[in-house]
């Protein structure tokens, strides 16, 4: 099975910066990667799509709220997503979940996904 597990999240104030990192492994060692991607949740709402990458990095996709301040990206030698976050707001804050698809083009959408991992939480103060 794959297993993802996330890492970075904390407390920062409004405009400034978090590395989020999600380390995958399990199956991944054996067969080849998909497309992955983040999202994030607040409770009582829907997981929401941030950016996602497809299989061979070429190709990303932002939701429009990230506005240029966000980067994806991954290592495939290190089996590794990382989302480089800067200028954060308060309306950042959540739970930010790393997913990864058995395809590998990256959509914008939960459905799109098959293995999530446990999330890392995102703080913002003012």
């Known amino acids: 099975q794959v297993q993802l597990v996330e890492s970075g999240g904390g407390l920062v104030q409004a405009g400034g910066s978090l590395r989020l990192s999600c380390v995958a492994s399990?199956?991944?060692?054996?067969?080849?990667?998909?497309?992955m991607g983040w999202f994030r949740q607040i409770p009582g709402k829907e997981r929401e799509f941030v950016a996602g990458?497809?299989?061979?990095?070429?190709?990303?996709k932002y939701s429009d709220f990230v506005n240029g301040r966000f980067t994806i990206s991954r290592n495939s030698a290190k089996n590794t997503l990382y989302l480089q976050m800067d200028n954060l707001k308060r309306e950042d804050a959540a739970g930010y979940y790393c997913?990864?698809?058995?395809?590998?083009?990256?959509?914008?959408?939960?459905?799109?996904?098959?293995?999530w991992g446990q999330g890392t939480q995102v703080t913002v103060s003012s």
């Open positions: 997913a990864e698809s058995t395809v590998a083009r990256a959509v914008a959408r939960v459905q799109g996904y098959d293995y």
């Open positions: 990458i497809s299989r061979s990095g070429g190709s990303i």
């Open positions: 399990g199956s991944r060692s054996i067969f080849g990667n998909g497309a």
